[in-house]
């Protein structure tokens, strides 16, 4: 019903920056908040940053003032700019969106398949 494509994940030096873009897809009506986790080797998937329908953001505090998400809601996309790449972002980053399908009245959460981020120090 609902399709998650991220793209731009990959190897960079630390210090470096990356940008990652999730696009979704599908039977939706419309979405709500968007986002971006991260699961590394051994830990529980955290919160990277989120964004509101309305462009509101909320971001970890470990990310805070090096990463940037946004939106396109034309384009059912969110983008999460990470600069000063640190080798503890080593991760795979997953996006989230909140969506409200043709069909439904309903809420639903959908997640991407994933895509790896690798600092190398």
């Known amino acids: 019903q609902v399709q998650l494509v991220e793209s731009g994940g990959g190897l960079v030096q630390a210090g470096g920056s990356l940008r990652l873009s999730c696009a979704a897809s599908?039977?939706?009506?419309?979405?709500?908040?968007m986002g971006w986790y991260r699961q590394a080797p051994g830990k529980q998937r955290e919160l990277v940053a989120r964004?509101?329908?309305?462009?509101?953001?909320n971001y970890a505090d470990s990310v805070k003032g090096r990463f940037t998400i946004s939106r396109d809601n034309a384009k059912n996309t969110v983008y999460l700019q990470m600069n000063s790449l640190k080798p503890e972002d080593t991760a795979v980053y997953y996006c989230?969106?909140?969506?409200?399908?043709?069909?439904?009245?309903?809420?639903?959460?959908?997640w991407g398949q994933g895509t790896q981020v690798t600092v190398s120090s």
């Open positions: 964004i509101s329908s309305g462009g509101s953001t």
């Open positions: 599908g039977s939706i009506f419309s979405i709500n908040g």
């Open positions: 989230n969106a909140v969506v409200r399908l043709t069909t439904s009245t309903v809420f639903f959460s959908y």
